[in-house]
């Protein structure tokens, strides 16, 4: 039931107690179709002139906007036309944990600037325009995730108290998991808002999602409430240090984290029997999804471990792009997610007649 990271027989014993602890302690008790769409507006190719004229094809900019939530346009190539036309693909990023929602990197987040500025260049090598707008919503920081010493020790002595061990994980579920979860549910709404909005207007543009962190949360989680004819739309999602991975996803695996690996919300509620387990990524969007996660990532890779070692993998989760003196580096695997996601979103585009299929 527990993942990896244990170490040891004995650990794996520690564990298998807990679990039953948690059950005993917690009891058994804790355990449409969209409308058809209106004939597509004109999009911008800069190798041929446009060929569709609508006066529909006028993009929503202003977003849905819940309490403290929602999404911007920050970019389109050719640069100033996605205010009067419909493009080829837009692209929507939601930041990480306690990123800034504006900067250089216009509310996305290094990471998701990252991934999604690679899909971008491989759509203006091969002449597709593009938007690209990004999820304004609260995430708080990682940091909030931070057991304390009771938890820890807690966990620690799981194999002689493991009742305790199993009222500190839902003490922690409660106490910290949940307030670093409490924003996620405003950024899946304004993100499956604008989708269902950009969709209406552009009902042939197809839809490109990343995400990092409580990011990727946000787009797992929309992903899974989009629904109808934009689900045909849905072309591509990056999710990177997903904390509701689920084990062994249908998704394309990136990074150093085993198969079995889960997110922490994942492996918390399915141990601690705290609410419904987190489904795995759709299936309409599983032939074109990366999970992007390292090993001991705390967000993605969770278990007792993890949780007992937090700052190593605190260092891990925010290691994908580290800056230094002004200038940013990213590890290698976002560039290989988002060229593979990108590059079957262009063949997509060849082989489907440039639209929805």
Known sequence: ??????????????????????????GTSMATAGAQP????SRIRTTSAVSL????????????????ASVSLVGSWPPGSA???????????????????????HGLGAPVNKMISVVQSQLRN?????????????????????????????WETAMMNPVGAAQALVDYFNHQVKRYLGSISQGVSATVAKAKSLHR??????LVFAGYSQGAMVVHQALLKLSGSVTTCVKGALLLADGNRVSKTRAMEYGTSLARGEGIETWIKQTAKVGPTPHDVPRYVVGN?????????????FNFFTGIHWSRGFKVHTSYAVEKNGKFTYQPVLSSA?????????????????GCS
């Not at 527990?2 to 059950?23: D, K, N, P």
């Not at 325009?129 to 304390?148: G, R």
């Not at 999804?289 to 890779?301: G, L, Q």
């Not at 590059?343 to 082989?351: R, S």
């Open 1 to 26: 039931m527990f993942r990896r990271g244990l170490g040891s027989r004995r650990r794996g014993w520690r564990v298998v107690m807990v679990a039953g602890a948690v059950i005993a302690v917690l």
């Open 38 to 41: 209106a004939a597509p507006a």
């Open 53 to 68: 004229t609508s006066p529909a094809g006028k993009l929503d900019r202003s977003g849905v906007r819940p309490a403290q």
């Open 83 to 105: 205010a009067t036309t419909c493009h080829f693909v837009d692209l929507i990023g939601a930041r990480g944990s306690g990123e800034p929602a504006g900067g250089q990197f």
């Open 126 to 154: 091969n002449g597709y325009s593009y938007s690209t707008f990004a999820v304004n919503y609260p995430a708080l920081s990682v940091t909030v995730l931070k057991p304390d010493s009771a938890q820890i020790f807690a």
């Open 201 to 206: 207007s552009c009902p042939i543009t197809l």
């Open 289 to 301: 999804s990366a999970n992007i996660c390292n090993k001991s990532d705390f967000v993605c890779d």
């Open 338 to 354: 988002a060229n593979a996601v990108g590059g079957n979103v262009v063949l997509d585009l060849i082989h489907h007649g440039e």
